[in-house]
């Protein structure tokens, strides 16, 4: 019996008429003689009833964070819901559908409430119903502790439970639907007809989703590649090949003839600098900041250090606690909000000469200011203003010549 495994994201299953083009995707491959496995999300965005965002608004406020705990099984029951519909709609059409939670498809995590991590799947009622050609419509983003706790996966966490699934039913494939025909080389918010990339590799699409480009869950990528598992990411709407991430020969081959794939961002971070008269690395006080701020769950990003100044981002959210964890040291603290770290991704950069200056260059002739820089062998991120960030985009997408990638 061949197994397909197919994820459909929340704006894929939002109304009736999205719902629809699910069914004929899922029916499709029923049709073509391998037995479907469907991972749901929540259905719809912030505002539609039983998003996600819509979930955390009836407990969440200024004033409350929420307890994780209770958090997570509030918000599993939007997938639940979303399952139950999808399901119902497929035996209305005549194919046999069964929806199951995250725990009753077996899937046990660890206990991080809001970003547990699958620690083991028990296939048995997963195969007891394939067995009997019901097609399992499964919550994702879900999954229970050892000790019966529901727990979250992360935001996105929908993408994980699928490349989960098929690395355990060892399909070697996952189709990720969306409301997007690929993944593109910039976010098609800023630029609408940025080009679909045909292929990426998994170092790739990571190092994308790690800066900032929500298509597709990290974690989900760093499963694909440890079980092997080819994910294609295409639209539930229309048709078109999608964008297969591997790490085929083939597509390694391509990739390294690319200087820069794609264009990320990662918005709502907040610059701390900290400007000593005395020197950091002398006096210990870098470590026990960096300690302080690791024991507050504080994490930081893009770290610059030296003798006389400390910088690095935050997540905006953390702002506060930043200002309060560091105000026992009675140093020279800023804590700027309103940043964004864009970033240009490419295996193809490492080694070129040349590619930084392009991007000072690009930069400064759109008026964007940068106000710090990191680069890794195969990217290279600028801390900008929010409100540059069309801009920034723009110029970069243009230096880069991404308009004439490969569709
Ligand atoms: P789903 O609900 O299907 O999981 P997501 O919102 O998680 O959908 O992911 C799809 C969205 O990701 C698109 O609508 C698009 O706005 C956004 N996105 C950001 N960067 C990219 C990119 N490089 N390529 C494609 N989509 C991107
Ligand atoms: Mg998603």
Redesign the pocket.
């Known amino acids: 019996m061949g197994i397909c495994v197919q994820k459909?994201?929340?704006?894929?299953l939002a109304t009736p008429e999205n719902r629809a083009h699910v069914c004929k995707r899922i029916i499709e491959a029923y049709n073509k003689g391998s037995m479907p496995v469907v991972v749901v999300?929540a259905m719809g965005r912030d505002g539609a009833p039983y998003a996600t965002d819509t979930l955390l608004k009836l407990v969440k406020t200024d004033n409350n964070k929420g307890n994780a705990r209770n958090l997570d099984m509030l918000l599993t029951c939007g997938e639940i819901i979303s399952a139950v519909v999808l399901s119902e709609t497929l035996n209305e059409l005549g194919l046999q559908a069964q929806a199951l939670t995250g725990w009753q498809a077996g899937i046990i995590t660890d206990q991080s409430h809001g970003s547990a991590r699958i620690l083991s799947i028990n296939t048995k009622k997963l195969f007891s119903l394939l067995e009997n050609r019901i097609v399992p419509v499964v919550s994702g983003f879900q999954g229970v502790t050892s000790t019966g706790e529901i727990t979250t996966l992360g935001r996105?966490g929908?993408?994980t439970t699928a490349v989960a699934l098929a690395a355990v039913l060892k399909t070697g494939y996952v189709e990720?639907?969306?409301?997007?025909d690929?993944?593109?080389?910039?976010?098609?918010?800023l630029i609408p007809d940025?080009p679909t990339l045909s292929t990426l590799t998994y170092r790739e699409i990571m190092e994308?989703a790690h800066l900032g480009?929500?298509?597709?869950h990290p974690r989900a990528v760093e499963i694909a590649m440890e079980a092997g598992v080819t994910i294609r990411v295409l639209s539930t709407t229309t048709t078109g090949p999608g964008t297969i991430i591997s790490s085929g020969k083939e597509v390694e081959q391509r990739v390294t003839d690319r200087v820069v794939t794609?264009i990320?961002h990662l918005s709502n971070r907040a610059h701390v600098r900290i400007a000593g008269e005395q020197d950091f690395n002398q006096s210990r006080l870098a470590l026990g900041i960096f300690e302080e701020l690791a024991k507050h769950g504080v994490s930081v990003d893009l770290i610059y250090l030296s003798p006389d100044l400390i910088a690095f981002i935050i997540d905006e959210e953390m702002s506060v606690v930043v200002k309060e964890v560091l105000a026992p040291f009675k140093l020279n603290i800023s804590v700027e909000e309103g940043f964004t770290k864009v970033s240009i991704v490419g295996a193809g950069m490492h080694g070129v000469p040349g590619v930084m200056a392009r991007v000072v260059r690009s930069l400064e002739k759109a008026g964007v200011s940068i106000y710090q820089t990191t680069d890794s062998h195969a990217n290279i991120s600028c801390l900008i203003k929010e409100q540059k960030l069309t801009e920034a985009v723009r110029a970069l997408f243009q230096e880069f010549e991404l308009s004439n990638k490969e569709v």
């Open positions: 459909f994201g929340g704006s894929s999300s996105g929908s993408d990720i639907y969306t409301d997007v690929g993944v593109k080389a910039v976010d098609p918010r940025a994308m480009a929500k298509v597709i794609g990320a």
